[in-house]
């Protein structure tokens, strides 16, 4: 059978795929194809793939967990035979800015966090006195530089950002944020 290992590279998206030549058909390999398949293992995307490697180079931005399997098709296409299916975790992935102007011109005019894989999503953002100013557990509401509807004074705001990913991994991001007006 067909052997496959899945090596992420680090601080990159792409994936690299590699897998053992098939020996055992009577009339030789005809094709190889790579799958990627969804938790319950049906195929959601084929690629023709010659050789022994493939470096995939945009993996799924709607999947957290990416399933891959080799698929060998013997020489006259009567047999098949599957590899081993390899799962890759991609990491969850938080944007938060450091600074935003809410000045009205449609450009950073509010506080927003930006991620992939996120399940659930919190928000807190405190003023320099340690008093929560804004908090949020809608990924779409964002800070728009007010407290009760009043503007906060330019500065340094600390936040808190907790989540949990599509997998279940909780991280947290503390840091600040520079309100500019």
Request: cysteine-free.
């Given at each position: 059978p067909v052997y496959l290992i899945a090596l992420p590279q680090e601080n990159s998206p792409t994936i690299s795929l590699g897998w053992t030549g098939y020996v055992g058909f009577p009339d030789g390999v005809g094709s190889y194809t790579l799958e990627l398949l969804d938790a319950d293992n049906r195929v959601i995307r084929s690629i023709p793939v010659s050789g022994n490697t493939?470096?995939?180079?945009?993996?799924?931005?709607?999947?957290?967990?990416?399933?891959y399997r080799i698929r060998v098709t013997s020489g006259n296409g009567r047999a098949t035979s599957f590899s081993n299916t390899v799962i890759v975790q991609q990491p969850v992935q938080v944007h938060i800015p450091n600074a935003f102007t809410p000045n009205g011109d449609g450009l950073n005019d509010v506080l927003e966090v930006k991620g992939r894989f996120i399940k659930s999503f919190s928000i807190k953002v405190y003023s320099n006195m340690g008093q929560v100013v804004f908090s949020s557990d809608d990924r779409n509401t964002n800070w728009d530089g007010t407290y009760q509807g009043k503007p906060m004074p330019a500065g340094a705001y600390a936040y808190e950002v907790n989540i949990v990913s599509n997998s279940g991994e909780p991280k947290q991001r503390i840091g600040t944020v520079t309100l500019l007006r």
């Open positions: 493939y470096l995939e180079r945009n993996p799924s931005d709607e999947l957290q967990e990416l399933r």
